[in-house]
């Protein structure tokens, strides 16, 4: 935009551009922040639908985030963990404007995006960490996989028609073994992803863990399991007895998005991450009170539309304030800069 002087700041743009309404939205962010004088990058895959010439692109891999102030995501929970991807290596922290359906990792929606981008402008954020998973795949001593997951990591049966046979381990010790449809390996953001499908537990930011949750298994034990971050989970593929196979061959996904292929006799192991994936938490109004970010569990009241009707809650409630928990963001002052702390969970 011409006669608008630069500030050296710099923001990295990921879209969902099959969505016409994802279009729109980051035009609409584009438009606001080249007004404040903050460049925008894109993707390459991406530039033409969003409006960008190649000089404003960049090949999508780990370079694609560095020297950016913050990713900023339009789109749903996938395009959010896609983006991830870029942010991560970069520790760059994340902003979504959730197009999707539950949309738990991202911050602002729709109706928020004035104020949301505003915000960014005024850097009133600040800046979380989200745990991470980093999952080895092996093969009779040979690795497989060396990745990692936000959300969780599943071993999935292939054979629709047969069960996927497992052992479990916890921390080198076996725990059951599983006739089952696979099992997920979650972190606190994913608890409200597919491991909360699978029938895990909800678990609260402030828990640092790792979960485990069996997907339909036929066994005497077969629950949800919580178990200490500094923990290592592990799950066998069981392969052959007598020379004869005993299952079908599985596969591991890291997020929906990452896949390997595991034969009869893989082992694949999880522990707590090395690098985690940093996220920007805006300016809400809860109630009286204002904050950076909004609490978990009006978070959950939102987003699974739960019913509160009757709460009186401690004196001094207003409840026409208390039913409008998202909106307002950035129409308030919340302070300057970025610091870090806890972890919320996330939907994918």
């Not at 991830?84 to 290596?89: F, N, T």
């Not at 491991?195 to 790792?210: D, H, I, K, T, Y």
């Not at 569990?297 to 987003?303: A, C, F, G, I, Y």
């Not at 026409?320 to 928990?325: I, S, V």
Request: with cysteine; glycine share 12%; hydrophobic share 45%.
């Amino acid at each position: 935009m011409t006669g608008v002087r630069t500030t050296g700041r710099t923001i990295l743009l990921v879209a969902h551009t099959g969505r016409p309404a994802a279009l729109r939205v980051a035009s609409i962010v584009v438009a606001r922040l080249a007004t404040a004088g903050i460049t925008v990058r894109v993707l390459e895959p991406e530039a033409a639908e969003l409006g960008f010439d190649s000089s404003a692109a960049v090949p999508v891999s780990d370079a694609a985030a560095e020297g950016a102030e913050v990713v900023l995501v339009v789109g749903g929970d996938g395009t959010l963990l896609r983006a991830a991807e870029l942010a991560r290596p970069a520790g760059v922290p994340l902003l979504g404007v959730n197009l999707g359906h539950v949309g738990f990792l991202a911050e602002a929606e729709p109706e928020d995006l004035p104020a949301a981008v505003d915000s960014v402008v005024a850097r009133k954020y600040e800046v979380e960490e989200r745990m991470t998973i980093d999952v080895t795949a092996r093969l009779d001593g040979e690795t497989l996989a060396l990745t990692w997951a936000l959300n969780e990591a599943t071993v999935e049966k292939t054979a629709r028609e047969r069960m996927l046979d497992l052992v479990t381990e916890v921390d080198g010790r076996p725990l059951s073994r599983w006739g089952c449809d696979g099992v997920v390996f979650a972190t606190p953001t994913g608890s409200t992803a597919y491991a909360f499908s699978a029938g895990g537990p909800v678990v609260w930011p402030e828990v640092e863990a790792l979960l485990l949750v069996p997907i339909s298994a036929h066994a005497l034990f077969a629950r949800p399991m919580v178990v200490s971050p500094r923990s290592v989970l592990a799950a066998e593929v069981i392969g052959t007895v007598g020379g004869q196979s005993e299952t079908a061959g599985a596969v591991l996904w890291c997020d929906g998005r990452r896949k390997v292929d595991l034969p009869p006799g893989s082992r694949i192991e999880i522990q707590r991450g090395v690098s985690p994936v940093l996220l920007a938490r805006l300016p809400v109004r809860t109630g009286r009170e204002v904050r950076i970010g909004a609490p978990f569990t009006d978070r959950l009241v939102e987003k699974f539309g739960l019913p509160v009707a009757g709460w009186r809650g401690q004196g001094g409630y207003d409840r026409a304030e208390h039913e409008m928990p998202f909106h307002g963001r950035g129409q308030v002052q919340a302070g300057d800069g970025q610091s870090s702390g806890g972890q919320e969970g996330g939907h994918a």
